[in-house]
T-cell receptor
Framework: KAGVTQTPRYLIKTRGQQVTLSCSPI?????VSWYQQTPGQGLQFLFE???????NKGNFPGRFSGRQFSNSRSEMNVSTLELGDSALYLC???????????????FGQGTRLTVV | AQKITQTQPGMFVQEKEAVTLDCTYD???????LFWYKQPSSGEMIFLIY??????QNATEGRYSLNFQKARKSANLVISASQLGDSAMYFC???????????FGSGTKLNVKP
C-alpha cells in the first residue's frame, strides 16, 4: 500500500509570507500528527488531527494551524513566517484509535522549509 | 521532566557486530507504546519496531529487537549484525494511550565502520 505523502518536499519562503504544507496518510489511517524538527530543539509536536478534529495541540504560537479533510488528508499552515520557522516538518499517519492496527505509525519524507 | 531520554549522542560499531542503543522513558500512564525510528540523512523517518506497554515479550523485527524492561522504564534497541546502511540517526519515541502524539528523544547517531 502507498506510504505517507508529504508535499512539497522543499520550500523557500520570505519572512512574513505564509505557507501551506500537505500530508496524505496511509489509506485507512484516520489520525495525522505534525512535527517540527530543528537541530536545536529536536522533534517537537505541533498538533494531531483525528476524523477532521484537532485532538491534541503542542506549544506553538497561533501562527501555526492545521486542518484535516474528510479523506484524512491534512494541511498545516504557517502564517507570518519567521527565520526560526526554518525546519523539517514531518507528519505521522496512524490508526489513531484503540485496536490492533494502532501498533504502527508511519512518517512522511518531510517538507524542508527554508525562510530567508 | 523529559519523557524520553537517549543518553548516547553518537556511537560507533564495527560492521557485523551487534549494538545497543539506550532509551529510558517517563510516564504515569498504564497504556503506552514505544517506537524506534531510523532517520537517514535524507530526513525521512523509517519505522523500525514497536513495543506496547502490555506486551510481555520483547518485540523483534528482523535484525531489530527491543529490550523492554518495564520496571526500569527502559526500551533499548538492539541491532544485530550491523550493516553499513545502518548508519543514521535513531530516535526512540513514546505515545501515551492511542493518540498519535509522540514524544521523541534527542536521538543517537550511529556510525557503522567497515
Amino acid at each position: 500500500k502507498a506510504g505517507v505523502t508529504q508535499t512539497p518536499r522543499y520550500l523557500i519562503k520570505t519572512r512574513g509570507q505564509q505557507v501551506t504544507l500537505s500530508c496524505s496518510p496511509i489509506s485507512g489511517h484516520r489520525s495525522v500528527s505534525w512535527y517540527q524538527q530543528t537541530p536545536g530543539q529536536g522533534l517537537q509536536f505541533l498538533f494531531e488531527y483525528f476524523s477532521e478534529t484537532q485532538r491534541n495541540k503542542g506549544n506553538f504560537p497561533g501562527r501555526f494551524s492545521g486542518r484535516q479533510f474528510s479523506n484524512s488528508r491534512s494541511e498545516m499552515n504557517v502564517s507570518t513566517l519567521e527565520l526560526g520557522d526554518s525546519a523539517l516538518y514531518l507528519c505521522a499517519s496512524s490508526w489513531g484509535s484503540v485496536g490492533e492496527g494502532n501498533t504502527e505509525a508511519f512518517f512522511g519524507q518531510g517538507t524542508r522549509l527554508t525562510v530567508v | 521532566a523529559q519523557k524520553i531520554t537517549q543518553t548516547q549522542p553518537g556511537m560507533f560499531v564495527q560492521e557485523k557486530e551487534a549494538v545497543t542503543l539506550d532509551c529510558t522513558y517517563d510516564t504515569s500512564d498504564q497504556s503506552y507504546g514505544l517506537f524506534w525510528y531510523k532517520q537517514p540523512s535524507s530526513g525521512e523517518m523509517i519505522f523500525l519496531i514497536y513495543q506496547g506497554s502490555y506486551d510481555e515479550q520483547n518485540a523483534t523485527e528482523g535484525r531489530y529487537s527491543l529490550n523492554f524492561q518495564k520496571a526500569r522504564k527502559s526500551a533499548n534497541l538492539v541491532i544485530s549484525a550491523s550493516q553499513l546502511g545502518d548508519s543514521a540517526m535513531y530516535f526512540c519515541a513514546m505515545r501515551e494511550g492511542y493518540f498519535n502524539k509522540f514524544y521523541f528523544g534527542s536521538g543517537t547517531k550511529l556510525n557503522v565502520k567497515p
